[in-house]
Nanobody, 118 residues
Framework: QVQLVESGGGLVQAGGSLRLSCAAS????????MGWSRQAPGKQRETVAN???????NYTESVKGRFIISKDNEKNTIYLQMNNLKPEDTAVYSC????????????WGQGTQVTVSS
């Protein structure tokens, strides 16, 4: 049974930082394409950052230079370091896992709320 459990969300002032974690079980993050997505109220879910099994990363334009996705294969956990947070970053952040980057099906965590106050 695959489980993805996010943590680290919270309330932060604009300009602040948070680090999200996603602990995986039932899969090996070193073999999966992992990612972070977010969904703000009334908006569609948006992919924020991805990291492949080999460690290649990509980011949506709005977070480049501010967010860093990483993983610890031994801890079977991925992270999202978020710096210089802006009110528009407010959303529920969820992690995902796919066997390959383009696989149509993904496992999802339950999400963690990030709220950035101005």
């Amino acid at each position: 049974q695959v489980q993805l459990v996010e943590s680290g969300g919270g309330l932060v002032q604009a300009g602040g930082s948070l680090r999200l974690s996603c602990a995986a079980s039932g899969i090996a993050v070193r073999l999966f394409a992992m990612g972070w997505s977010r969904q703000a109220p009334g908006k569609q879910r948006e992919t924020v950052a991805n990291i492949t099994g080999d460690g290649a990363t990509n980011y949506t334009e709005s977070v480049k230079g501010r967010f860093i996705i990483s993983k610890d294969n031994e801890k079977n956990t991925i992270y999202l370091q978020m710096n210089n947070l802006k009110p528009e970053d407010t959303a529920v952040y969820s992690c995902s896992a796919r066997p390959t980057p383009t696989y149509p099906f993904a496992y999802w965590g339950q999400g963690t709320q990030v709220t950035v106050s101005s």
